[in-house]
C-alpha cells in the first residue's frame, strides 16, 4: 500500500491505541480465552457504533457487555428486555407536574446501555431503538432530546430460533456496527473460570479505564484516519458483491459499507496506524456485514459469514494507494 500523505501521516493514533490497550486488558482479567472476541468488541467501540452479541444462554454474553460498561466509565444503565417491555420504558415519559410538563429520560439517557436478550422486547420496543442508535437522540411526544456523547449501546441476544424471541428487523440489524459470537472457552479457561479466575468475581474488581472525553475524542481521531481511494474501492466492491449474490435476498446497504470503513479504520489505530489497509477490510467484513444480510434460505450468522468470506476470495485485493 502506498503511504497517506504526510498530513494524515502525522494524525496522532497515540489516544484511541492506549484506550484500547486499557480497556483490553480490563476485558481479559474477566473474560479468559476469547481474545479475537474482545479486540472485535474494541473495534465496535472505538469506530462511533454498536454492538451485538449473539450466542446461545450461559456463553458470557452480559459478562463481556458489563465488562465494557465498567471499564469504558461514564454512565451506564442496563435494561432487561421482556415481551412486556414498553417503548417509554426505553425512551423516558412526559410527566405533568407542577403545572407543567416535564420529561423524565429513560435509561438510553447514559453513556453506555446493556440491553440484555433484545430479541426478546417486541418488534414496537425494539423500534423505539431505531432513532437513539442512529441519530443519538430520542423523540418524544414530538420534542427530541439529546443523548450524551459517546452514546455505545450493546445488545445481547440468544438465537432466533430460542422460544419467546422475535427476530430483529433488518433495519435494527443494520445500526450494529458488528455481530460477535463468543462460543464455548477452552477447556483451560473454564478451568480457571471454575478455580475463580475471571467472570463475575474479576468484573466486581474493575475500574474505569477512561472517560467519556477521553473515549470520545479517541473516536473522532480513529473517523480522521486516512483510506486510500483504492481501499474505499474495495469496500463498494465488497457490498456491490453481497447485493448481487444469488443467495442474497438484501445485501449490504451504504450504512454498511461506512460502518466496514470505520470498523477498519478503528482497528489500524489499534495497531498504530494513521491510515487504513486492505488486510483491515479483509479481516472484519465477516463480522461487520453478515448479521446485515438477508439470504434466500432465512437468517443464518455463520451461513451469511462464510458467503462473506467467499466474496472476499474472489475480490481483487488493492496493491497501492491508488
Known amino acids: 500500500m502506498q503511504a497517506p500523505p504526510l498530513d494524515e501521516r502525522a494524525l496522532d493514533v497515540a489516544a484511541p491505541r492506549a484506550v484500547a490497550a486499557a480497556v483490553r486488558e480490563n476485558l481479559g482479567r474477566v473474560v479468559r480465552g476469547k481474545a479475537a472476541a474482545l479486540d472485535l468488541a474494541l473495534v465496535a467501540l472505538l469506530s462511533g457504533g454498536h454492538l451485538l452479541i449473539e450466542d446461545v444462554p450461559g456463553q458470557g454474553k452480559t459478562l463481556l457487555a458489563k465488562a465494557l460498561a465498567r471499564s469504558a466509565g461514564g454512565t451506564f444503565r442496563r435494561v432487561q428486555a421482556t415481551p412486556d417491555l414498553l417503548p417509554s420504558e426505553l425512551t423516558g415519559v412526559s410527566v405533568y407536574s407542577a403545572d407543567r410538563w416535564e420529561f423524565r429520560p429513560g435509561p438510553l439517557f447514559a453513556h453506555v446501555v446493556l440491553v440484555d436478550e433484545v430479541n426478546r422486547a417486541t418488534p414496537r420496543t425494539q423500534s423505539a431503538l431505531l432513532e437513539a442508535m442512529e441519530e443519538r437522540q430520542v423523540s418524544v411526544d414530538g420534542v427530541t432530546h439529546p443523548l450524551p456523547s459517546p452514546f455505545f449501546l450493546v445488545a445481547t441476544q440468544n438465537p432466533f430460533d430460542h422460544a419467546g424471541t422475535f427476530p430483529l428487523v433488518e433495519g435494527q440489524r443494520d445500526r450494529f456496527a458488528l455481530v460477535l ?123 451469511a459469514a462464510a458467503l462473506v468470506r467467499t466474496i472476499l476470495d474472489v475480490v481483487p485485493v488493492p496493491r497501492d494507494g491508488g
Open 181 to 303: 459470537e463468543l462460543g464455548h472457552p477452552p477447556r483451560l479457561a473454564e478451568r480457571e473460570l471454575l478455580l475463580g479466575t475471571g467472570g463475575i468475581d474479576s468484573l466486581e474488581e474493575l475500574e474505569p479505564v477512561t472517560t467519556p472525553a477521553q473515549l470520545a475524542a479517541a473516536i473522532a481521531t480513529v473517523h480522521a484516519l486516512h483510506c486510500a481511494p483504492a481501499v474505499a474501492d474495495y469496500i463498494v466492491e465488497i457490498g456491490a458483491r453481497t447485493r448481487a449474490h444469488p443467495d442474497v435476498r438484501l445485501g449490504a446497504s451504504p450504512r454498511a459499507a461506512l460502518g466496514l470503513l470505520h470498523a477498519a479504520k478503528a482497528r489500524a489505530a489499534m495497531a498504530g496506524r494513521a491510515f487504513v489497509v486492505p488486510d483491515d477490510v479483509k479481516t472484519l467484513a465477516p463480522s461487520v456485514l453478515a448479521h446485515r444480510l438477508v439470504l434466500t434460505g432465512g437468517p443464518d450468522l455463520r451461513t
